[in-house]
């Protein structure tokens, strides 16, 4: 298939490269310089496609994606087809998908997870909005999943961001988890190597999975964690999730406690010393390439 394609970040480019890759025609344009052959405007990538048009956006939640959809809104047809595949509020994306509705155009906004890795793995990919763009599409979505990824429609306006989001909040507690077992670990009389038991775990027990072999990783490049300061970031999502949970009336302990850690590490430097910080932080590093802070005051990003 033949879309246009915005936004050449973390995930982005990789999509991109996976998608040309597979074998589509991918136009992008991106808002700083890029190595890629890219679109002058957004207008003249809109206009190079023809009718239905696929127009993916993958840039941040929040200013940066209303920011393109405007400009998108300008120059697409009865009948195009526009998706948002940041972590956009679920809240967000139903008034987009009303208000393009309202114009005729199809709008999709879909939850992309699987972190950088997901280039080789396969991303599973969360679908809401309207259905038949969603059916027209699955041979991009088809091939951004293989081998070993997948997708789902959920249900139109927000759904496929609904879902992303409280995905994304408990992973917070995943996280969280491994982070305080092996700092218990760590600490203990034993002098134990957290690798080799990072090793068995991954043969078949309860916390083996995904999360669990990133801990793995990290502790393979790092078994101290000693450069890295335990500063966590936080995404909007769990956030989004404890909002939601409280206005239907459910208790989110795990999630909520997860995320006031993380606004604790931002200035309490007992935090920042812990074992369990500095695993979050590496493990945020392994599957997203987000930035770690380092001891010496500088910022590495996984490649």
Same mark, same amino acid.
């Given at each position: 298939?033949?879309?246009?394609? *915005?936004? #050449?970040? %973390?995930?982005? #480019? +990789?999509?991109? *490269?996976?998608?040309?890759?597979?074998?589509?025609?991918?136009?992008?344009?991106? +808002?700083?310089?890029?190595?890629? %052959?890219?679109?002058?405007?957004?207008?003249?990538?809109?206009?190079?496609? %023809?009718?239905?048009?696929?127009?993916? !956006?993958?840039?941040?939640?929040?200013?940066?994606? $209303?920011?393109?959809?405007?400009?998108?809104?300008?120059?697409? !047809? %009865?009948?195009?087809?526009?998706?948002?595949?940041?972590? !956009?509020?679920?809240?967000?994306?139903?008034?987009?998908? /009303?208000?393009?509705?309202?114009?005729?155009?199809?709008?999709?906004?879909?939850?992309?997870?699987?972190?950088?890795?997901?280039?080789?793995?396969?991303? @599973?990919?969360?679908?809401?909005?309207?259905?038949?763009?969603?059916?027209?599409?699955?041979?991009? #979505?088809?091939?951004?999943?293989?081998? $070993?990824?997948? =997708?789902?429609?959920?249900?139109? &306006?927000?759904?496929? =961001?609904?879902?992303?989001?409280?995905?994304?909040? *408990?992973?917070?507690?995943?996280? $969280?988890?491994?982070?305080?077992?092996?700092?218990?670990?760590? /600490?203990?009389?034993?002098?134990?190597?957290?690798? /080799?038991?990072?090793?068995?775990?991954?043969? &078949?027990?309860?916390?083996?999975?995904?999360?669990?072999?990133?801990?793995?990783?990290?502790?393979?490049?790092? @078994?101290?964690?000693?450069?890295?300061?335990?500063?966590?970031?936080? !995404?909007?999502?769990?956030?989004?999730?404890?909002?939601?949970?409280?206005?239907?009336?459910?208790?989110?302990?795990?999630?909520? +406690?997860?995320?006031?850690?993380? +606004?604790?590490? $931002?200035?309490?430097? /007992?935090?920042?010393?812990?074992?369990?910080?500095?695993?979050?932080?590496?493990?945020?590093?392994?599957? &997203?390439? =987000? @930035?770690?802070?380092?001891?010496?005051?500088?910022?590495?990003?996984?490649?």
């Amino acid at each position: 298939m033949t879309l246009g394609f *915005i936004g #050449l970040g %973390k995930m982005g #480019l +990789r999509m991109v *490269i996976k998608l040309q890759k597979e074998g589509h025609e991918v136009v992008v344009w991106n +808002r700083s310089e890029h190595e890629l %052959k890219t679109a002058a405007t957004i207008e003249k990538l809109v206009k190079s496609l %023809k009718s239905p048009r696929i127009i993916w !956006s993958m840039v941040p939640a929040g200013e940066a994606t $209303q920011n393109v959809l405007d400009e998108v809104s300008k120059f697409v !047809s %009865k009948g195009d087809i526009v998706i948002d595949g940041g972590n !956009s509020n679920f809240k967000d994306t139903e008034k987009r998908f /009303k208000d393009f509705k309202n114009k005729g155009i199809r709008y999709l906004g879909i939850g992309v997870s699987g972190g950088v890795i997901a280039f080789e793995n396969g991303y @599973p990919l969360m679908v809401g909005g309207d259905k038949s763009a969603y059916e027209f599409i699955k041979p991009i #979505l088809d091939s951004l999943a293989k081998p $070993q990824g997948g =997708h789902e429609y959920f249900g139109t &306006g927000g759904a496929g =961001h609904f879902v992303k989001m409280v995905h994304n909040g *408990i992973e917070y507690g995943i996280m $969280q988890s491994l982070g305080e077992g092996f700092e218990v670990l760590q /600490k203990a009389e034993y002098n134990f190597d957290l690798v /080799k038991v990072a090793k068995l775990w991954q043969k &078949g027990t309860l916390v083996s999975g995904f999360m669990l072999d990133r801990a793995k990783e990290a502790l393979e490049n790092d @078994p101290k964690l000693a450069d890295i300061v335990g500063i966590i970031a936080e !995404s909007g999502e769990a956030g989004w999730t404890i909002e939601q949970a409280k206005e239907e009336g459910v208790d989110v302990e795990i999630i909520e +406690r997860s995320l006031e850690y993380r +606004r604790r590490s $931002q200035t309490n430097p /007992k935090i920042q010393k812990s074992f369990t910080a500095k695993l979050i932080a590496a493990l945020r590093n392994a599957f &997203g390439g =987000h @930035p770690i802070r380092l001891a010496q005051s500088k910022e590495v990003k996984k490649k």
